[in-house]
């Protein structure tokens, strides 16, 4: 297919032959791109393994058994994963879930936006020992999305975490209309052409540049 990902150059990266984590909802799935996103780019790309834990429609903050926390419990602890990968999901902020606030302990409340992703960073920490990043998605008109993107740059100053951002980028986000027409099925999910000539070369650059100073 055209903007399939068999084609996909391989490239020689400190990631090569190590093993990722991908949690995610909808965007990490691939809804619109034929199950093809993120972590099956990633791993053309840099020669390494992943595993892939993504279900549409779910939220960071734990809501129920499908949640990024729930789900995050339920991932092998004995395997041994050398980066992980969180999507910052939309769907927090399109089923308006609270921001909450940063905790000042170690009693994170899960049913807020801040308190899942403290609990994510903290869990996957204590559990794998290595690298951790969020993604956030390419901008659109959301102002609680905004104000979780905000949020997590505040958490990074807690925690040292990395964030690979495409939504505060003005010059990636200003594409002409028969790009983001081929990019995107909507305002968050991505066409296959999307990931992999859009997407992929802004998260590929922040990553590496991440991964060095390591």
Not at 33 to 44: D, K, N
Not at 62 to 89: A, M, W
Not at 148 to 174: A, H, P, S, T
Request: contains cysteine.
């Amino acid at each position: 297919m055209k903007y399939g990902f068999d084609a996909i150059e391989q490239i020689d990266t400190p990631l090569k032959d190590k093993n990722i984590c991908v949690l995610g909802s909808s965007v990490v799935y691939g809804y619109d791109s034929q199950a093809c996103s993120i972590p099956e780019y990633f791993g053309a790309r840099f020669g390494c393994s992943f595993t892939k834990e993504a279900v549409s429609g779910t939220t960071l903050a734990d809501t129920g058994n499908l949640s990024y926390v729930s789900r995050l419990k339920k991932l092998d602890r004995n395997t041994r994963y050398d980066l992980f990968i969180c999507q910052l999901s939309t769907n927090d902020a399109s089923q308006e879930i609270p921001l909450g606030e940063i905790c000042s302990g170690s009693g994170y409340d899960t049913s807020t936006v801040t308190g899942a992703i403290e609990f994510i960073i903290n869990y996957a920490r204590d559990t794998w020992n290595c690298p951790i990043l969020f993604f956030t998605g390419s901008h659109y008109n959301s102002d609680r999305y905004d104000a979780m993107v905000k949020r997590l740059y505040e958490l990074k100053e807690k925690y040292g975490i990395g964030i690979l951002d495409l939504w505060n980028d003005e010059n990636f986000n200003q594409i002409p209309d028969e790009l983001r027409d081929l990019y995107m099925q909507d305002d968050i999910h991505p066409t296959k052409a999307g990931y992999r000539d859009w997407w992929r070369p802004e998260l590929e650059k922040q990553l590496l540049d991440f991964i060095t100073i390591q």
